[in-house]
């Protein structure tokens, strides 16, 4: 039990360590704010900008969202047609590696000017960096069942369809909740790297702000909320995970 509690505490405790050795540095080699902010200076700014913080943070986490949506039906349909089928696994999974391999910042300015300064390209981004984890996971868990179950199956009635959806699909399920995880802190990183050069809202536009007006302590501010969003959505993520799909992780859950 009180391992237990260890293991739930222990990121909190990392992270106060983290905080009490960064705050200690920088007053002891008295750091300059303008250079390297330490967390009490931080936590000013992020009181006493708190309002117009939430504003940006807001905007940044519905675009996210957005984003991050399209990619999850995007992903899954896509998966599941690459996944399903040894073709479409061959022709198509070469093609999605290089286009993963492309920085998605190049991206902005085209998409810039397909849609304008605005909502557009950073939804976009978002989905664009995120979906390809959802889609590998969902393929990978399809393409991996093994061939003595499918003739198994195939042996008692069952056709290709119903073995994929009956079978497939349920045990993609915790590959797909994994790549939620990963691609949720992707989709917060494309929409803050949009936003820093196609908007006039959100944490990317605070962070560019904050930083020409050498904030650096609003600046760290408003990374700080994002990594908040993100860590959120995360354990969020993982909740559901475990509550869904505890029958694949019985071998890990130690006493």
Not at 41 to 69: N, P, S, Y
Not at 110 to 119: C, N, R, T
Not at 120 to 126: E, F, R
Request: hydrophobic share 55%; with cysteine; net charge neutral.
């Amino acid at each position: 039990m009180n391992r237990r509690l260890l293991e739930r505490a222990s990121p909190f405790i990392l992270l106060a360590l983290i905080v009490l050795v960064w705050e200690v540095v920088c007053r002891a080699f008295h750091v300059s704010e303008f250079i390297f902010p330490s967390p009490s200076d931080i936590w000013a700014k992020l009181v006493e900008f708190h309002a117009v913080i939430a504003q940006h943070a807001w905007r940044t986490f519905w675009v996210t969202m957005v984003g991050f949506g399209i990619a999850i039906v995007v992903g899954v349909l896509l998966g599941f047609v690459i996944g399903s089928s040894r073709l479409a696994y061959t022709a198509i999974y070469p093609l999605m590696t290089a286009f993963n391999a492309l920085p998605k910042a190049a991206f902005i300015p085209i998409l810039v000017v397909w849609f304008g300064i605005g909502v557009g390209p950073a939804v976009l981004t978002a989905f664009l960096i995120s979906f390809f984890p959802i889609t590998v996971n969902i393929a990978t868990g399809l393409a991996t069942l093994e061939p003595e179950l499918e003739d198994v199956l195939r042996v008692l009635g069952a056709k290709r369809w119903d073995v994929l959806t009956k079978v497939g699909l349920p045990r993609s399920m915790p590959y797909f909740w994994a790549s939620l995880k990963v691609a949720i802190t992707l989709a917060f990183v494309g929409t803050t790297v949009s936003e820093m050069t196609a908007a006039n809202e959100g944490i990317g536009y605070l962070l560019i702000s904050a930083g020409s007006s050498m904030q650096m302590g609003l600046a760290f501010a408003g990374l700080l909320v994002v990594g908040a969003m993100a860590m959120v959505m995360y354990e969020l993520f993982s909740f559901i995970e475990k509550h869904t799909t505890a029958w694949a992780h019985r071998g890990s859950q130690g006493g």
